[in-house]
């Protein structure tokens, strides 16, 4: 059973934010390594400007902001917010395999609960419900 197409549309989009979401919060976490206490001077704004994982991280701000309107283009608001919060698990599980983090029993069931949560409000948007304009 092959996928309609703006069902895989939808899905590509998904990922596409899932991935941008994800890679700039690591991005992040990696600048702040590389510049280390912020302090709000000149000197610390332009340390932060020459890491390139700060540039990373606005490439995925963009990257995350086309890929958004995508979506709401092609969905619920109220659908799609709640869907977003994939990104919380994405990052938690990221976070853990790039820097070795730790996650405990009480992540793991948020995380569920999280993943839940998506799964019974994402059956208001199973048809494909178009934004109301």
């Known amino acids: 059973m092959s996928m309609s197409k703006p069902a895989a549309s939808r899905l590509l989009s998904w990922g ?3 991935v941008f979401e994800t890679l700039c919060q690591i991005s992040l976490k990696m600048a702040g390594r590389v510049t280390g206490a912020f302090d709000f001077s000149v000197a610390a704004f332009r340390l932060a400007l020459a890491t390139p994982w700060l540039w990373v991280a606005i490439g995925c701000y963009v990257g995350a902001f086309l890929a958004w309107m995508t979506i709401l283009r092609r969905s619920t608001l109220s659908a799609a917010f709640t869907t977003s919060a994939l990104v919380f698990v ?3 599980c990221s976070s853990w395999w790039v820097f070795g983090e730790h996650i405990g029993w009480m992540q793991l069931l948020g995380s569920l609960v999280i993943v839940g949560g998506i799964l019974m409000l994402g059956a208001d948007d ?4 178009k934004p109301a304009a």
């Not at 199973?126 to 419900?129: C, I, W």
């Open 90 to 92: 994405a990052v938690m």
């Open 16 to 18: 596409v934010l899932l």
């Open 126 to 129: 199973a048809g494909g419900g």
